[in-house]
């Protein structure tokens, strides 16, 4: 069963750091692009950051400089970094799998037709 499981979320004081894990249960994990997004309350889900199976990686502009993502493809988890949060930054946190094998991590929330149930982030000011 293809299954995308989130952890790591929970409160935070800005300025902090936290770091959210995926694991997945998914075929082919090597050979996709996985990334995370998230969904702050009355927004569009928007991508955050992504990352190849052979490592290439994308950050949002909002993220980047601050965050760092990663994966194991042994382990099959994907991992995302934040530091210096701020309150904008309170969401929740999406992982999510590529629907194509071997393609560059995608900013379209289209090009992701495997997700997890999210894990919630709240940085308080």
């Known amino acids: 069963q293809v299954q995308l499981v989130e952890s790591g979320g929970g409160l935070v004081q800005a300025r902090g750091s936290l770091r959210l894990s995926c694991a997945a249960s998914i075929p082919n994990f090597s050979n996709l692009a996985m990334a995370w997004f998230r969904q702050a309350p009355g927004q569009e889900r928007e991508f955050v950051a992504g990352?190849?199976?052979?490592?290439?990686?994308v950050y949002a502009d909002s993220v980047k400089g601050r965050s760092s993502i990663s994966r194991d493809n042994t382990k099959r988890t994907v991992d995302l970094e934040m530091g210096n949060l701020k309150p904008e930054d309170t969401a929740i946190y999406y992982c999510?799998?590529?629907?194509?094998?071997?393609?560059?991590?995608?900013?379209?929330?289209?090009?992701?037709?495997?997700w997890g149930q999210g894990t919630q982030v709240t940085v308080s000011s």
């Open positions: 999510a799998a590529a629907g194509k094998l071997w393609t560059a991590p995608s900013r379209a929330e289209n090009d992701y037709n495997q």
């Open positions: 990352i190849a199976g052979g490592g290439f990686l």
